[in-house]
Nanobody, 120 residues
């Protein structure tokens, strides 16, 4: 079983920065892709950014150029550096980890979520 623990959420002013962290732990840890999703009130959960074990990253169009995902495989931790934040970035941010066999998701794990609130 894999446990994901997020940290770093909070209140930030528009135009400011925030850094989220997510640490994975568990016995027999086997993770491929890790990423961040977010869910705003009344909206569906959406992908923010994902990074492979090899370091390849992709982003939602809404955050490209502002957010950067990174990964420390030795620590089983990913980070999301959020710059130039906007009020529409306000959401609960969830860490996600997947164990893949080719393109098939064999297992998927979620963190408990961390609130990010951007004030005007």
């Amino acid at each position: 079983q894999v446990r994901l623990v997020e940290s770093g959420g909070g209140l930030v002013q528009a135009g400011g920065s925030l850094r989220l962290s997510c640490a994975a732990s568990g016995s027999g840890l086997s993770i491929n892709d890790m990423g961040w999703y977010r869910q705003a009130p009344g909206k569906q959960r959406e992908l923010v950014a994902v990074i492979t074990s090899g370091g390849s990253a992709r982003y939602a169009d809404s955050v490209k150029g502002r957010f950067t995902i990174s990964r420390d495989n030795a620590k089983n931790t990913i980070y999301l550096q959020m710059n130039s934040v906007k009020p529409e970035d306000t959401a609960v941010y969830y860490c996600n980890a997947k164990y893949l066999a080719g393109r098939v998701v064999r297992a998927e794990y979620w963190g408990q979520g961390t609130q990010v609130t951007v004030s005007t």
